[in-house]
């Protein structure tokens, strides 16, 4: 799979950036927080406030697991998914991750005025900026490339990615991931077979010990056959009761006179 995930801090441009790229490239855009929202029927804000962060990432690596199985997807992420490793293993399995960021000062005017961003509701939003930034400065260092939106265009950002994207080396990238994912295939149908051998051999061993118990032991009727099985017999008709006591009798009698001939043959000799 091919897929583009745009990831960054808030206020870098990954939703403007990726329905430009999405035009570009001639693929579909898609944005995790709108899918979320869709999801819960209300906003990531009220998502926040009520549910908690917790709940959110989870709904987001849930939404993330379910975008990474289409091809030729853009897909912006949430400011905060990096955050979680599992999301990184995912984006780099299924495709090329790529970070949009800028300075703390040209965030703030992006977002100034927005109520939707939850994390920058405080008093002083820069400062706010500045710490998450240090903090996700890890994260967002582990994707495959970085771009600079402070002072670029939509259009120029859009072409710089198209760019990364089509180099050789990119698609030397892309190979190794299409083959990574048929190595997986190839060991997962492999498992598969091997767990259909090992319960074949089960039925087979259960066949075996039936059949050995079946022809080495003679079967022991209860005193009254009649009447135990049609006292332990529910919801099934007289005439299948007589049916199976007959076939069982015929069996024990049948048995019961080969031992009488083996028993004179033995005599005899």
Same mark, same amino acid.
């Given at each position: 799979? #091919?897929?583009?995930? @745009? ?23 898609? +944005?995790?927080?709108?899918?979320? &929202? $869709? ?12 549910? =908690? &962060? ?24 949430? =400011? ?5 490793? *599992?999301? %990184? ?15 703390? *000062? ?12 939850? @994390?920058?509701?405080?008093? *002083? !939003? ?16 582990? #994707? +495959?490339?970085?771009? +600079? ?11 710089? %990615? ?5 180099? !050789? ?9 299409? #083959? ?13 077979? $091997? ?8 039925? %087979? ?13 003679? !079967? #022991?009727? !209860? ?9 332990? =017999?529910?919801? %099934? ?8 006591? +007959? ?23």
């Amino acid at each position: 799979m #091919a897929n583009i995930y @745009l990831v960054g801090f808030m206020g870098t441009g990954k939703t403007s950036v990726g329905c430009e790229l999405a035009r570009k490239k001639k693929w579909q855009f898609l +944005d995790l927080d709108d899918l979320i &929202e $869709l999801r819960e029927k209300r906003t990531v804000a009220d998502i926040f406030s009520k549910s =908690g &962060e917790p709940y959110f990432r989870r709904l987001e690596k849930e939404i993330l697991k379910e975008a990474s199985k289409e091809n030729n997807f853009v897909v912006a992420c949430g =400011g905060g998914i990096v955050i979680n490793h *599992d999301n %990184i293993k995912i984006m780099k399995e299924t495709g090329t991750i790529i970070c949009l960021v800028a300075s703390a *000062d040209r965030i703030l005017k992006r977002t100034s005025g927005y109520a939707h961003r939850p @994390l920058l509701n405080v008093k *002083d !939003p820069k400062k706010q900026i500045e710490h998450l930034l240090k903090l996700r400065s890890t994260y967002y260092a582990k #994707a +495959d490339k970085t771009i +600079d939106t402070s002072k670029l265009s939509v259009t120029q950002v859009a072409e710089k %990615i198209v760019k990364v994207t089509t180099s !050789p080396s990119h698609k030397v990238t892309s190979r190794k991931v299409k #083959a990574q994912g048929k190595r997986r295939k190839s060991r997962n149908s492999g498992f598969i077979a $091997l767990l259909g051998l090992l319960l074949t051999a089960a039925i %087979i061993c259960i066949m075996a010990y039936i059949a050995l118990n079946y022809y080495f032991k003679r !079967p #022991a009727l !209860p005193e009254n056959i009649d009447n135990s099985l049609s006292m332990s =017999g529910q919801g %099934i008709n007289t005439s299948t009761y007589k049916s199976v006591i +007959d076939t069982t009798k015929k069996k024990v009698q049948e048995i019961e006179k080969q031992e009488r001939e083996h028993a004179q043959q033995l005599e005899g000799l």
